[in-house]
């Protein structure tokens, strides 16, 4: 369900460049569909790819989606105390899709750290769930800020601390007016006295233009009475409680800044953080989800039916084990 009706763009893609989506894509030529036969090995892991399976070549309209599409992948993977490095090389390697992990290194405090062991199994989960649950493991284990991913606007998924993903900003314009429209509500109807219209005519006042109506007026717009400026304040409010609260620098944070402006919010955040406002326009509504746990709102993406036929995900399950070092 998304929240807004998104306005344009004031950087990187403009409204014209999301309105070409793949799955609308028409049909794939029959010579670039490929058999693969071959066993594939990565970092000690054995991935075979079943006999006859077809492997679809398409040419993506959006990077972005292309990547989110490729980490729809199923795996079935046990990690045994894996080096983290290993384990987005793993990632990245056994679906095609480009991962920029953001390291600890000497220019910057705060990262991934290569050398964490990561332990733990899933079964039957899309790739880009798999990345999820590695990189909440990182965050408990790590001294840093609390990890998260977004894309970029080449296209590639980006991944680490997120005081490292608040650097990547771009500035979207949401327009709210459906929001702070309210309807008028006369919850409060009149009366009508047939009983003193017809007195008065036989009175001999032929009617006298009086009103068969009592009390009409009591019948007001039983409105909150706020102005259009204190609506918008109140949506904003909302949105900074439920999503990503401490990242937002009315609340001390480095992620995002939100203003109201004649019935359009304006957002300057990272890509993680509109993803949860308004999720992908380039992603089908039927495939996100939006739910609020503990206080917090999660957009997640399913891989939609249309998109699954094309790419054959859907018959090409990987089952792997990654190995710790020995």
Same mark, same amino acid.
């Given at each position: 369900?998304?929240?807004?009706?998104?306005?344009?763009?004031?950087?990187?893609?403009?409204?014209?460049?999301?309105?070409?989506?793949?799955?609308?894509?028409?049909?794939?030529?029959?010579?670039?569909?490929?058999?693969?036969?071959?066993?594939?090995?990565?970092?000690?892991?054995?991935?075979?790819?079943?006999?006859?399976?077809?492997?679809?070549?398409?040419?993506?309209?959006?990077?972005?989606?292309?990547?989110?599409?490729?980490?729809?992948?199923?795996?079935?993977?046990?990690?045994?105390?894996?080096?983290?490095?290993?384990?987005?090389?793993?990632?990245?390697?056994?679906?095609?899709?480009?991962?920029?992990?953001?390291?600890?290194?000497?220019?910057?405090?705060?990262?991934?750290?290569?050398? /964490?062991?990561?332990? /733990?199994?899933?079964?039957?989960?899309?790739?880009?769930?798999?990345?999820?649950?590695?990189?909440? @493991?990182?965050?408990? @284990?790590?001294?840093?800020?609390?990890?998260?991913?977004?894309?970029?606007?080449?296209?590639?998924?980006?991944?680490?601390? @997120?005081?490292?993903?608040?650097?990547? @900003?771009?500035?979207?314009?949401?327009?709210?007016?459906?929001?702070?429209?309210?309807?008028?509500?006369?919850?409060?109807?009149?009366?009508?006295?047939?009983?003193?219209?017809?007195?008065?005519?036989?009175?001999?006042?032929?009617?006298?233009?009086?009103?068969?109506?009592?009390?009409?007026?009591?019948?007001?717009?039983?409105?909150?009475?706020?102005?259009?400026?204190?609506?918008?304040?109140?949506?904003?409010?909302?949105?900074?409680?439920?999503?990503?609260?401490?990242?937002?620098?009315?609340?001390?944070?480095?992620?995002?800044?939100?203003?109201?402006?004649?019935?359009?919010? /304006?957002?300057?955040?990272?890509?993680?953080?509109?993803?949860?406002?308004?999720?992908?326009?380039?992603?089908?509504?039927?495939?996100?989800?939006?739910?609020?746990?503990?206080?917090?709102?999660?957009?997640?993406?399913?891989?939609?039916?249309?998109?699954?036929?094309?790419?054959?995900?859907?018959?090409?399950?990987?089952?792997?084990?990654?190995?710790?070092?020995?």
């Amino acid at each position: 369900m998304k929240m807004f009706r998104r306005g344009h763009a004031v950087a990187g893609f403009g409204l014209a460049a999301l309105l070409a989506p793949l799955w609308a894509a028409p049909a794939i030529a029959q010579n670039n569909v490929q058999l693969p036969k071959q066993t594939v090995t990565r970092i000690g892991t054995s991935v075979s790819a079943p006999a006859g399976t077809e492997t679809v070549v398409v040419v993506a309209t959006r990077p972005e989606r292309d990547t989110l599409v490729k980490l729809a992948r199923p795996l079935t993977v046990e990690f045994k105390e894996s080096r983290l490095e290993d384990v987005i090389k793993f990632l990245a390697e056994v679906t095609g899709a480009d991962i920029e992990a953001m390291w600890l290194d000497e220019q910057n405090a705060s990262g991934l750290n290569k050398d /964490m062991l990561i332990t /733990m199994t899933t079964k039957n989960l899309n790739a880009l769930k798999v990345l999820e649950k590695v990189l909440q @493991k990182s965050s408990e @284990k790590g001294d840093f800020l609390e990890n998260g991913w977004q894309m970029s606007d080449t296209g590639a998924i980006q991944i680490g601390p @997120k005081d490292r993903l608040n650097v990547f @900003k771009r500035l979207e314009l949401y327009d709210i007016n459906d929001l702070l429209l309210e309807l008028p509500r006369y919850d409060q109807a009149p009366e009508f006295d047939l009983q003193a219209v017809l007195q008065s005519s036989n009175a001999g006042g032929g009617g006298g233009g009086q009103s068969p109506f009592r009390d009409t007026q009591q019948n007001r717009d039983a409105s909150t009475g706020l102005t259009r400026d204190e609506k918008g304040r109140q949506v904003i409010d909302i949105i900074t409680q439920l999503i990503e609260t401490e990242q937002w620098s009315d609340n001390g944070g480095t992620g995002g800044t939100i203003r109201y402006y004649q019935g359009s919010l /304006m957002v300057n955040a990272p890509d993680y953080i509109h993803r949860q406002i308004n999720g992908y326009d380039y992603w089908p509504a039927s495939a996100q989800t939006a739910t609020v746990v503990h206080g917090r709102r999660w957009v997640s993406l399913n891989l939609d039916t249309a998109t699954s036929v094309l790419e054959g995900f859907a018959n090409q399950p990987v089952t792997a084990v990654v190995p710790g070092p020995r």
